[in-house]
């Protein structure tokens, strides 16, 4: 690996020099933007190019010293050379100024590297590995002939030049993403990528060392994959085109559950019966907790139709056939054998909700969630209390081990992409294993994401139980709690575990988003128990 790196506005910060030395000359008003563009513009937009002209021969000449490096650049020199990945300063500049005293731009520069601490054995830079071209194409020459694998720069100019080479991994240094007109970059060119910052730039070096390793080969692109609220994911895109699906999964002392074996079994055991319509188990790292898998091309189902049910019952209907070869399978997460183990869940799920603390999330359990879970718990006693004999049930009596299902768990559309034959892929298997296909039947309907129509409940009741009358005596007593559950399960963002797992998954998760939670759940809620 041998990166490219340029110069000014990707290693040294310009902002405050720009703009502190353009008050000392008191070409500029106090109240504009601090930042070199706001600086830059508002000169040109006053006739004044040739007092910016002359500002950047001085900034960029004696007055560079004030100047500092971006943040974490130095440490990410130091953490290349402690991993033997070679660095090259490329950048391009005139010599000198266009305007004003002739200051050496070059000797300027390198002075300042020297300054600031970056010619050292620590960052495994020095003059020799530093090169100043005077113009774009001969730094696009000695990137070529610097035989650099990645560059990174904060001009798309540069990095989409018709002349840089397509096959070295370009990134932009887009620090301003919010005050520059860099974001439409990948309008551009699909294959350059956009860091914010030194640190992040650090961390898509070490991931892409890492599954080289783990894959065992160099890959062409690392894409992180959005959508996933627990895990990171990431499109891998190989040499010879293949894409692959990588996710890294969330891990903290909190939560015990081990996501990555669960998926991992769970899919090779389907794979291996022939199952087709889901991801194929390539690999797993338990290191860094990675599982690895072949990639599904698709959309999201955005309306459910009468075939995207048969293709679930088929699907779940396949896996039950082989449910006497999966004793070696754990239970799903949160199983539930008899009635009993339903409400506990449940219930414990209300119970977490007592460590959140905005003020409108607790006036919206403490007035409507709490009083209608009691509410429906005291009805499913009640009903069942006057059934007759026949369909009275055992809260505590377990359901037979015959009477278990291999359950996907989390099953639904939401977790589901559609190709364009029309075929159906089931993802995300990290809490599946043996389970009462009544909490499989609840959650299938229950979950918010792709709403499922309930005209399709008896059908699918009829489906999964057949001749199984309890089952379905259960499942319908069940489903009003269920509605509960997700209503829990929406506020999961405001309890500090699983908004840790929620920002490990969505790097830059904000307080928006959690209000927007609450605003589903409430809306849930009302469309769920507005007619009882």
């Not at 690895?292 to 293709?311: A, N, R, T």
């Not at 718990?377 to 006057?386: G, L, P, S, V």
Request: with cysteine.
């Amino acid at each position: 690996m041998i990166i490219g790196i340029d110069f000014d506005n990707t290693i040294v910060n310009y902002e405050d020099v720009f703009y502190n030395l353009a008050r000392e000359r008191g070409i500029i008003p106090v109240n504009i933007g601090k930042t070199k563009q706001e600086v830059k513009e508002f000169l040109q937009k006053n006739e004044k190019e040739k007092e910016w002209t002359e500002l950047q021969g001085i900034v960029y000449g004696p007055e560079i010293l004030r100047a500092e490096p971006y943040q974490g650049v130095i440490d990410f020199f130091k953490w290349c050379k402690k991993n033997n990945i070679r660095n090259y300063i490329i950048s391009h500049k005139t010599r000198f100024p266009f305007i004003g005293e002739k200051h050496d731009l070059h000797l300027w520069a390198k002075k300042w590297l020297q300054e600031k601490g970056f010619f050292n054995d620590e960052t495994g830079i020095s003059e020799d590995n530093t090169f100043f071209n005077l113009t774009l194409q001969e730094k696009i020459k000695n990137v070529k002939k610097l035989k650099c694998t990645h560059f990174i720069d904060d001009l798309p100019e540069v990095l989409t030049n018709e002349s840089f080479p397509k096959e070295i991994k370009r990134t932009l240094f887009d620090v301003h993403k919010k005050d520059n007109k860099n974001n439409d970059i990948n309008d551009i060119d699909e294959n350059i990528e956009k860091t914010e910052s030194w640190n992040e730039y650090q961390k898509k070096i070490e991931l892409e060392i890492n599954v080289n390793k783990f894959i065992g080969e160099s890959t062409v692109k690392i894409c992180k994959v959005s959508g996933g609220r627990n895990n990171r994911a990431y499109m891998i895109i190989k040499k010879n085109e293949e894409k692959l699906f990588l996710k890294s999964y969330f891990v903290n002392n909190l939560d015990i559950r081990d996501r990555l074996s669960t998926e991992y079994s769970f899919l090779s055991f389907v794979w291996n019966k022939g199952i087709r319509n889901i991801p194929q188990p390539l690999k797993k790292d338990k290191e860094f907790s990675w599982g690895l898998y072949s990639y599904v091309e698709g959309e999201k189902i955005k309306e459910v139709i009468p075939e995207h049910i048969k293709q679930v019952l088929d699907f779940w209907k396949e896996i039950n056939k082989n449910k006497k070869e999966a004793v070696h399978l754990a239970n799903a997460s949160e199983a539930c054998f008899n009635i009993d183990d339903h409400i506990s869940c449940i219930e414990k799920r209300i119970k977490r909700l007592e460590e959140i603390e905005d003020l409108q999330v607790r006036e919206f359990i403490n007035n409507k969630l709490i009083p209608k879970w009691k509410f429906l718990q005291e009805e499913i006693n009640k009903k069942n209390e006057n059934n007759d004999d026949k369909k009275k049930i055992d809260f505590l009596k377990s359901i037979s081990l015959q009477e278990r299902c291999l359950s996907p768990s989390d099953f639904g559309f939401h977790n589901a992409l559609i190709n364009k034959e029309g075929k159906i892929f089931f993802l995300d298997f990290e809490y599946a294993g043996w389970d009462d296909p009544a909490k499989m039947v609840c959650d299938f309907f229950c979950q918010p994401e792709v709403p499922v129509h309930i005209e399709y409940f008896n059908y699918l009741l009829r489906e999964v139980f057949d001749k199984d009358e309890e089952g379905v005596i259960r499942t319908k007593m069940l489903f009003p709690l269920y509605q509960i559950k997700w209503c829990c399960i929406m506020l999961n963002e405001f309890i500090p575990r699983d908004c840790q797992r929620r920002t490990f998954a969505m790097q830059g998760y904000e307080e928006i988003q959690k209000k927007e939670q609450l605003k589903k759940a409430q809306f849930y809620f009302v469309a769920a128990f507005s007619k009882q």
